[in-house]
């Protein structure tokens, strides 16, 4: 057998009921990989690798006794250092939190826990899920395994270095506005975001509660799925969809000018989706050109809802503890300070107008639509040591604003670096979205290409 971390949950999890494969001998190999290459991804911000062995010793005893909790038994994951976590710290990225031991578990790792998940660490978050990368904080910031001068997009920056990197299948984020979607698309994994509050977000520190979703990153479609299937109350015809070869009568709505014009769009980025296009209308899929609200309206309005809700939770800590906090999340936060109730109500009806225009597409005439995820490569660290503010163009935040469930997925590569496309799907269509997006990674070869070892790695 090749090295066990290498293993898709599927293979794995066959390997285990088996009896060819240990959870031990897999969680052992996961540690390994996460001891040989972490120090370069600065991906897991914590490793309890005793408790991670004793959690697959109790998968190997379940395992041998027949006992099945579920797709994720003798898995091992990684969790957002976002979610609470009793047994590891909780710092939510900030100094703020230094040495923070949550009581209990948030509910989505006590139901990794439950379905026989080995949860091996927390991972990196920008802090508090607002801005970075930003260095002024206690770890440094998470890098892209593509290429380590590169920084990995944010929030759910740990969750994206440690699966494209090899050091996890899958991992739990957080998707406020585009935090599980943009990593994935700049570090070449898949993300998933499902119908807001189909997963539990209890025990998870809020960013912006009328935006925040739990979200999945996976090193492909299928373990994404199984993921949700762990986590999610739904049942597995919701979750898991039926296999096929093509998209005949999928009718796909492509919002190409809604970033064609874009002048931050890289052109590499566009000729990626327009190929990504043809090779969803070579499965059978009807490729329809659909126009949105444009997308500035939309990150408008985000933006008042985002710094208000934030500044909100974050007011008595500010005050509290405002000298913790890093400079530009500071920064950011307080800019809520500004807003009034005004502001705020004529966002939340704007927002409203806006997203009842993606609904008008996906009520009936569409079964998903397909976009762009990033508008260009991931940046330099470099491009954030600065002073300036850095704005890095996405097309994620509408869908957070309308609550539809999103598939990232690897699209191609520009001067090695990972380029990303959207599958926006009708509400509580996970199932149906799923199979177009496996049709489409199974056309390509996109997500199952992995990047260069980090220097003095050997396997």
Same mark, same amino acid.
């Given at each position: 057998?090749?090295?066990?971390?290498?293993?898709?949950?599927?293979?794995?999890?066959?390997?285990?009921?088996?009896?060819?494969?240990?959870?031990?001998?897999?969680?052992?190999?996961?540690?390994?990989?996460?001891?040989?290459?972490?120090?370069?991804?600065?991906?897991?911000?914590?490793?309890?690798?005793?408790?991670?062995?004793?959690?697959?010793?109790?998968?190997?005893?379940?395992?041998?006794?027949?006992?099945?909790?579920?797709?994720?038994?003798?898995?091992?994951?990684?969790?957002?250092?976002?979610?609470?976590?009793?047994?590891?710290?909780?710092?939510?990225?900030?100094?703020?939190?230094?040495?923070?031991?949550?009581?209990?578990?948030?509910?989505?790792?006590?139901?990794?826990?439950?379905?026989?998940?080995?949860?091996?660490?927390?991972?990196?978050?920008?802090?508090?899920?607002?801005?970075?990368?930003?260095?002024?904080?206690?770890?440094?910031?998470?890098?892209?395994?593509?290429?380590?001068?590169?920084?990995?997009?944010?929030?759910?920056?740990?969750?994206?270095?440690?699966?494209?990197?090899?050091?996890?299948?899958?991992?739990?984020?957080?998707?406020?506005?585009?935090?599980?979607?943009?990593?994935?698309?700049?570090?070449?994994?898949?993300?998933?975001?499902?119908?807001?509050?189909?997963?539990?977000?209890?025990?998870?520190?809020?960013?912006?509660?009328?935006?925040?979703?739990?979200?999945?990153?996976?090193?492909?479609?299928?373990?994404?799925?199984?993921?949700?299937?762990?986590?999610?109350?739904?049942?597995?015809?919701?979750?898991?969809?039926?296999?096929?070869?093509?998209?005949?009568?999928?009718?796909?709505?492509?919002?190409?000018?809604?970033?064609?014009?874009?002048?931050?769009?890289?052109?590499?980025?566009?000729?990626?989706? !327009?190929?990504?296009?043809?090779? +969803?209308? /070579?499965? =059978?899929?009807?490729?329809? %050109?659909?126009? *949105?609200?444009?997308? #500035?309206?939309?990150?408008?309005?985000?933006?008042?809802?985002?710094?208000?809700?934030?500044?909100?939770?974050?007011?008595?800590?500010?005050?509290?503890?405002?000298?913790?906090?890093?400079?530009?999340?500071?920064?950011?936060?307080?800019?809520?300070?500004?807003?009034?109730?005004?502001?705020?109500?004529?966002?939340?009806?704007?927002?409203?107008?806006?997203?009842?225009?993606?609904?008008?597409?996906?009520?009936?005439?569409?079964?998903?639509?397909?976009?762009?995820?990033?508008?260009?490569?991931?940046?330099?660290?470099?491009?954030?040591?600065?002073?300036?503010?850095?704005?890095?163009?996405?097309?994620?935040?509408?869908?957070?604003?309308?609550?539809?469930?999103?598939?990232?997925?690897?699209?191609?590569?520009? !001067?090695?670096?990972?380029?990303? +496309?959207? /599958?926006? =799907?009708?509400?509580?269509? %996970?199932?149906? *979205?799923?199979?177009? #997006?496996?049709?489409?990674?199974?056309?390509?070869?996109?997500?199952?290409?992995?990047?260069?070892?980090?220097?003095?790695?050997?396997?």
């Amino acid at each position: 057998m090749s090295d066990p971390a290498d293993l898709s949950i599927t293979e794995a999890r066959a390997a285990l009921d088996r009896r060819e494969l240990s959870a031990e001998e897999l969680t052992t190999a996961c540690l390994r990989r996460i001891e040989e290459r972490n120090s370069s991804y600065h991906a897991f911000v914590h490793v309890d690798a005793d408790r991670a062995l004793d959690a697959a010793r109790r998968a190997d005893r379940d395992i041998a006794a027949g006992e099945s909790r579920g797709p994720l038994h003798g898995i091992p994951v990684g969790v957002k250092d976002l979610f609470d976590t009793a047994d590891m710290p909780t710092t939510r990225g900030s100094g703020v939190f230094a040495g923070h031991r949550p009581a209990v578990d948030a509910d989505l790792v006590a139901r990794l826990r439950t379905g026989g998940a080995v949860v091996v660490g927390k991972l990196d978050t920008y802090e508090f899920a607002m801005v970075g990368p930003v260095f002024d904080r206690p770890a440094p910031p998470a890098r892209n395994p593509w290429n380590l001068q590169r920084f990995t997009g944010g929030s759910s920056s740990g969750s994206a270095s440690a699966v494209a990197g090899g050091l996890v299948r899958t991992a739990l984020g957080t998707d406020t506005g585009g935090s599980v979607r943009s990593p994935s698309s700049y570090c070449g994994a898949v993300g998933f975001k499902p119908t807001y509050g189909a997963l539990s977000l209890e025990g998870v520190f809020p960013l912006t509660p009328s935006f925040d979703h739990a979200g999945i990153l996976s090193a492909s479609v299928d373990e994404a799925l199984l993921t949700y299937h762990a986590l999610s109350d739904a049942e597995p015809r919701q979750v898991l969809p039926p296999k096929r070869d093509d998209l005949r009568n999928v009718a796909i709505g492509y919002a190409r000018d809604w970033f064609a014009a874009d002048p931050q769009l890289h052109p590499a980025v566009l000729s990626a989706m !327009d190929e990504a296009a043809s090779q +969803l209308s /070579l499965l =059978g899929a009807k490729i329809v %050109e659909v126009a *949105l609200p444009e997308a #500035a309206l939309f990150e408008a309005a985000g933006a008042v809802i985002i710094h208000a809700e934030a500044y909100d939770i974050h007011r008595t800590l500010l005050a509290e503890k405002g000298d913790t906090y890093s400079r530009k999340v500071f920064q950011n936060i307080l800019s809520g300070l500004l807003l009034t109730p005004e502001d705020v109500d004529e966002a939340r009806r704007a927002s409203n107008r806006l997203c009842a225009q993606i609904d008008a597409h996906l009520d009936g005439r569409f079964d998903a639509l397909l976009t762009v995820n990033t508008l260009t490569p991931a940046f330099s660290f470099a491009d954030f040591e600065t002073d300036v503010a850095v704005w890095t163009p996405m097309r994620t935040l509408a869908f957070n604003m309308s609550g539809h469930p999103v598939f990232a997925l690897p699209a191609g590569f520009c !001067d090695g670096l990972p380029l990303g +496309l959207q /599958l926006i =799907g009708r509400r509580h269509g %996970e199932a149906e *979205l799923g199979a177009i #997006a496996r049709a489409y990674e199974a056309s390509t070869d996109f997500a199952s290409l992995r990047p260069p070892l980090p220097a003095g790695v050997l396997r």
